[in-house]
């Protein structure tokens, strides 16, 4: 089964982010008044030798919520499409997605954003 979703916005260049140690990560963060960003989709990039678990959180600014977590196998990427995308809407307090992987230097997170239109 497949899912269509209109997203408003227009489509930004990815962005990525490669943690040099095991601990959560800022990977995309939107100021308070900023201008707001729509996470589509998130791409996973495991580099070593053997699997490692890979983990997603949007914040609200204040709590961290878990939206993807996933063992990624060795020399494998895997591409989640989000069937619900994740607006991050910073018109009050600041927004982010964080990221950590089980090991250093291995795992490269990629996330695609659309950029939101004004009064979005």
Same mark, same amino acid.
Not at 3 to 27: K, M, Y
Not at 94 to 107: F, G, N, P, R
């Given at each position: 089964?497949?899912?269509?979703?209109? $997203?408003?916005? %227009?489509?930004?260049?990815? !962005?990525?982010? *490669?943690?040099?140690? !095991?601990?959560?990560?800022?990977?995309?963060? +939107? @100021?308070?008044?900023?201008?707001?960003? !729509? %996470?589509?989709?998130?791409? $996973?990039?495991?580099?070593?030798?053997?699997? *490692? /678990?890979?983990? $997603?959180?949007?914040?609200?600014?204040? &709590?961290?919520? /878990?939206?993807?977590? *996933?063992?990624?196998? @060795?020399?494998?990427? %895997? &591409?989640?499409? /989000? @069937?619900?995308? +994740?607006?991050?809407?910073?018109?009050?307090?600041?927004?982010?997605?964080?990221?950590?992987?089980?090991? @250093?230097?291995? %795992?490269?997170? !990629?996330?695609?954003? &659309?950029?939101?239109?004004?009064?979005?």
């Amino acid at each position: 089964m497949s899912v269509q979703i209109s $997203v408003p916005g %227009v489509l930004e260049p990815p !962005t990525s982010i *490669r943690p040099t140690t !095991t601990n959560v990560t800022d990977a995309l963060s +939107i @100021a308070a008044g900023g201008a707001g960003k !729509t %996470v589509i989709g998130i791409i $996973v990039a495991n580099e070593d030798g053997s699997a *490692r /678990l890979a983990s $997603v959180w949007w914040n609200n600014g204040t &709590t961290d919520f /878990l939206i993807f977590e *996933r063992s990624i196998p @060795a020399n494998e990427t %895997v &591409t989640e499409a /989000l @069937a619900l995308p +994740i607006q991050l809407n910073a018109k009050a307090a600041a927004k982010k997605i964080k990221v950590q992987a089980a090991a @250093a230097d291995v %795992v490269t997170f !990629t996330l695609i954003t &659309t950029q939101l239109s004004q009064g979005s």
